[in-house]
């Protein structure tokens, strides 16, 4: 089945760069929703920019948008987060997610989604 796997992760200092990457090592679908999501420590986990099953233009969570930059490779089924001026509150463990089915009205629900990879964390210090 469908196997992801994240790297990328790590401790940065407010106003830098990191990326993350993710690939789909296991089943390839021939369409499928592909991004990431976060949870900080505490908190529920929320969308920060995702693809829907036919790609097009990107959905962003509001507090990402303008810093972070995500791209596709469909043949390889990977998907890459340029993340730029971080701040403090972007830490949080980051989630690559997948779904083969899932429609756009349903993107922000983490539930909806049905493959995850581990989790990866990113630091932001002040």
């Known amino acids: 089945q469908v196997q992801l796997e994240e790297s990328g992760g790590g401790l940065v200092q407010a106003g830098g760069s990191l990326t993350l990457s993710c690939v789909n090592s296991?089943?390839?679908?021939?369409?499928?929703?592909m991004g990431w999501f976060r949870q900080p420590e505490g908190k529920e986990r929320e969308l920060v920019a995702v693809?829907?099953?036919?790609?097009?233009?990107?959905v962003y969570g509001d507090s990402v948008k303008g810093r972070f930059t995500i791209s596709r490779d469909s043949a390889k089924n990977a998907v890459t987060l340029q993340m730029n001026s971080l701040k403090p509150e972007d830490t949080a463990v980051y989630y690559c997610?997948?779904?083969?089915?899932?429609?756009?009205?349903?993107?922000?629900?983490?539930?909806?989604?049905?493959?995850w990879g581990q989790g990866t964390q990113v630091t932001v210090s002040s």
């Open positions: 997610a997948l779904d083969e089915r899932i429609i756009t009205s349903s993107l922000w629900t983490p539930s909806q989604w049905d493959y």
């Open positions: 296991g089943r390839i679908p021939r369409f499928a929703a």
């Open positions: 693809f829907g099953r036919m790609g097009g233009r990107a």
